[in-house]
């Protein structure tokens, strides 16, 4: 078997420098503690929804009834878990246009600058949010919600930039291993979130959020002053000028058509060969680029799934088994972890095939099998987390997959010859796609949790991983053929 590049080249990693790590350092720490503190509401919603809720639900308050009836905000814990998803929804509404401005927006200013400002303006607005609003014991709807509008358009200037960075850093070669483990970061920052909420939630709810606001700020200074967006910063080549002298390097991983020579645009992004200088291609261009639409309306779908598990598995955990919510933030880690290894195996597999289509399609069945297994988990921690860690791994796998090495292929196809000023448009509208999907899965997970049962979620679930794999179906027919026919062009040249 003739092995892909990433084999042929020697050791993969031999050819980065220390910039290189520092880059995937920087970039994978600063958008995991933007993560660390969206996973911190998570992790709080039990103790958020009884200090909400009138001293019934409150036995351990010790202020008068009248003081607490006089400030509470809903009547029952119902309607506040109610308003604990309006709010999902509302951070992922804004999360998700945020996502399609930042990606235009980090395409023309300094990813260094955008970065740093949304880590240190969001981690300002959630110190607010959680001890500001507690200290001053200011409970109000429309504060939260206008807090948490803010904090969504903040954080979506996260992952464009990251993406766009590392995109410039790191080409074609072995994209799917690096950008495998790099796509870690989330789960990273998820299991962050939940080590640090339970290790001060004893302290009360606003002491997690201060603690994540705090290292939320402090990494936007190290990025402002520490991260290079560019090799060009330093007099290093780019990667399309070490990418021109390989041999397959204008081949992508991601085909419009059956044939490159058979795609022809009706627009124009460059002019002539002579420009070395590509300006920043507009949004109806980015959405006109081969694979754009399909795999953001996938991820719409699998994203929707993905952070259901990431806003609701702590609840579900207390609320549905009774653990404590400490203990059910601990547990919840074990999703991440799965994650974490399955995009990582799931990178390395595409690298090989040279395909990804394929790949995702095999993890997305398996996920099917694993969200009725883990629906059925029986009253017992271990097993719980085992299956939690197999759900994981077939679905935070393919979706940490789509939402990085897929984005950057992309944003890097023959068409627009490797743009970096593509990258963070093409990264925003896959991603914002995704971001409309989850908003509005948030609100319907509450919904049918509230009316129907945590079975019928499930059951929800898995009719929308089966609609990622129908949105993709085209590509996956394409690229098994593509895999067929070089499988027999290699039998007839041996």
Known sequence: MAWPNIFQRGTLFSRFSHHHVVVFLLTFFSYSLLHASRKTFSNVKVSISKQWTPSAFNKSIRLPVEIWSSNHLFPSAEEATLFLGTLDTIFLFSYAVGLFISGIVGDRLNLRWVLSFGMCSSALVVFVFGPVTEWLHFYNKGLYCCLWIGNGLLQSTGWPCVVAVMGNWFGKAGRGVVFGLWSACASVGNI????????????????????????????????????????????????????????????????????????????????????????????????????????????????????????????????????????????????????????????????????????LALSLLLAVGSLVGYSRSPNDKSINALLMAVTGFFIGGPSNMISSAISADLGHQELIQGSSEALATVTGIVDGTGSIGAAVGQYLVSLIQDNLGWMWVFYFFILMTSCTILFISPLIVREIRHLTQRRQARSLSE
Do not use: M
């Open 192 to 359: 962050l979130g939940a080590c640090l909420a339970s290790s001060v939630l004893q302290y009360g709810y606003e002491y997690a959020f201060l603690v994540t606001a705090a290292v939320q700020f402090a990494g936007g200074i190290i990025i402002f002053f520490g991260l290079l967006v560019s090799p060009e910063e330093i007099g290093i080549p780019g990667i399309e000028a070490e990418e021109n002298f390989e041999e397959d390097s204008h081949r992508p991983l991601i085909n419009g058509a059956e044939n490159e020579d058979e795609y022809e645009p009706n627009y124009s992004i460059q002019e002539g060969s002579t420009i070395t200088q590509v300006k920043a291609i507009s949004f109806y261009q980015a959405c006109c680029l081969p694979g754009v639409i399909p795999y953001s309306l996938a991820y719409a779908c699998l994203k929707l799934v993905n952070y259901s598990f990431f806003f609701w598995l702590p609840f579900y955990l207390s609320n549905n088994f009774g653990w404590k919510e400490a203990e059910a933030d601990k547990l919840s880690i074990w999703y991440d972890v799965g994650g974490i290894i399955g995009g990582t195996l799931q990178g390395f597999v595409s690298d090989v095939l040279q395909k990804r289509a394929p790949v």
